[in-house]
T-cell receptor, first 114, second 116 residues
Framework: AQKITQTQPGMFVQEKEAVTLDCTYDTSDQSYGLFWYKQPSSGEMIFLIYQGSYDEQNATEGRYSLNFQKARKSANLVISASQLGDSAMYFCAMREDSSYKLIFGSGTRLLVRP | NAGVTQTPKFRVLKTGQSMTLLCAQDMNHEYMYWYRQDPGMGLRLIHYSVGEGTTAKGEVPDGYNVSRLKKQNFLLGLESAAPSQTSVYFC???????????????FGPGTRLTVL
């Protein structure tokens, strides 16, 4: 069954340091996409980064990169040079090619300390 | 370019009342979705639409109905609200043209609904 697991309910990071948010997934499909969204305290869901199952290189978007390890079924988000504005909930999500829906994990709350 | 907008932002209902949530997008997206987010959980898909005039059930469709009469609008209806429907509701849209697994969904700001 398709499932997303985020094992870190909350994390702290010092400003300007890097942080890794964990995400593992379970699917029987060969073709799927992995997404990370940020949800600040204001509540909106902001798309950060995407990784396709057939992409050979890890995705990067500015300070965000996705550490994709297909054999381990993990898609960890790495935020470099953390900023205070990075404090938020972060959700990992997956969409199988055979489905229209995004499956979300339970999220990780990140707090950046000054 | 407003992206995805939702009306209203907040609403309080009594059990048994009905209401409609409106989602509008100005990105000419083909696909639209309604999700709900409960405390401590990620989003779950209620209903979705892959084009004007089409709708389909998602993961948690019971107690909700939807309509997509115009491409840019997707309405979510609660005919008889129940306390279990207290949640934050998010609308999303996507192009639907690049293949399902690559099709990024963009979300509206959410509607916080409380059913007493």
């Amino acid at each position: 069954a398709q499932k997303i697991t985020q094992t870190q309910p909350g994390m702290f990071v010092q400003e300007k340091e890097a942080v890794t948010l964990d995400c593992t997934y379970d699917t029987s499909d060969q073709s799927y996409g992995l997404f990370w969204y940020k949800q600040p305290s204001s509540g909106e869901m902001i798309f950060l980064i995407y990784q396709g199952s057939y992409d050979e290189q890890n995705a990067t978007e500015g300070r965000y990169s996705l550490n994709f390890q297909k054999a381990r079924k993990s898609a960890n988000l790495v935020i470099s040079a953390s900023q205070l504005g990075d404090s938020a909930m972060y959700f990992c999500a997956m969409r199988e090619d055979s489905s229209y829906k995004l499956i979300f994990g339970s999220g990780t709350r990140l707090l950046v300390r000054p | 370019n407003a992206g995805v907008t939702q009306t209203p932002k907040f609403r309080v209902l009594k059990t048994g009342q009905s209401m409609t949530l409106l989602c509008a997008q100005d990105m000419n997206h083909e696909y639209m979705y309604w999700y709900r987010q409960d405390p401590g959980m990620g989003l779950r898909l209620i209903h979705y639409s892959v084009g004007e005039g089409t709708t389909a059930k998602g993961e948690v469709p019971d107690g909700y109905n939807v309509s997509r009469l115009k491409k840019q609008n997707f309405l979510l209806g609660l005919e008889s609200a129940a306390p279990s429907q207290t949640s934050v509701y998010f609308c999303a849209s996507s192009t639907g043209t690049s293949g399902r697994n690559t099709d990024t969904q963009y979300f509206g700001p959410g509607t916080r609904l409380t059913v007493l």
